[in-house]
T-cell receptor, first 112, second 113 residues
């Protein structure tokens, strides 16, 4: 049972444009959400997070939006840069002492 | 400060053998989690250890096991290897789990032939 879903396995965006990565979840107990970025042959690195009490969190070029009623979150990257090309994982937490549940990832390619 | 260290980086084993992977967390981190990454499956949770106790376990067969030592270093073991166990195994550490987020190691690439 995939509780965190990233339905787009890949996304291609031109440099300078906006990249929007989507994530859906089914478990209403999730109360904290994170995005990780992964380059080949490296472990995932933390990008940005959002608590369920908020609907938006911004950090530089990265903004995460949370729509709790739709159980949907999205990551916006503006402007997209070639160095952003990587696999992005959405992850969710159901409170302290629970496991971090990951989606299947979206491969973003930023083209020149 | 030193990051999460996983050894070895690459491993080739034969079906039926067993393997032990090691993870040294960031100093002071007490929680260590293990994930399996395969193409199309994302990161599948194996187990989490906190202060030497297994706190959470994923849906993997009993051939997958782990432990954590008093210095927070962790090992995972896979017995009777199958071809389908070929994957990238990632270890992540955090101070207390939860909203601190995880810091991942670079992983161990296991190939079973």
């Amino acid at each position: 049972d995939q509780q965190v879903k990233q339905n787009s396995p890949s996304l291609s965006v031109q440099e300078g444009r906006i990249s929007i990565l989507n994530c859906d979840y089914t478990n209403s107990m999730f109360d904290y959400f994170l995005w990780y970025k992964k380059y080949p042959a490296e472990g995932p690195t933390f990008l940005i997070s959002i608590s369920s009490i908020k609907d938006k969190n911004e950090d530089g070029r990265f903004t995460v939006f949370l729509n709790k009623s739709a159980k949907h979150l999205s990551l916006h990257i503006v402007p997209s840069q070639p160095g952003d090309s990587a696999v992005y994982f959405c992850a969710a937490w159901a409170g302290t002492a629970s496991k971090l549940t990951f989606g299947t990832g979206t491969r973003l390619q930023v083209t020149l | 400060k030193a990051g999460v260290t996983q050894t070895p980086r690459y491993l080739i084993k034969t079906r039926g053998q067993q393997v032990t992977l090691s993870c040294s967390p960031i100093s002071g981190h007490r929680s260590v989690s293990w994930y399996q990454q395969t193409p199309g499956q994302g990161l599948q949770f194996l187990f989490e250890y906190f202060s030497e106790t297994q706190r959470n376990k994923g849906n993997f067969p009993g051939r997958f096991s782990g432990r954590q030592f008093s210095n927070s270093r962790s090992e995972m073991n896979v017995s009777t290897l199958e071809l389908g166990d070929s994957a990238l195994y990632l270890c992540a550490s955090s101070f207390r789990a939860g909203t601190d987020g995880y810091t991942f190691g670079s992983g161990t690439r296991l190939t079973v032939v």
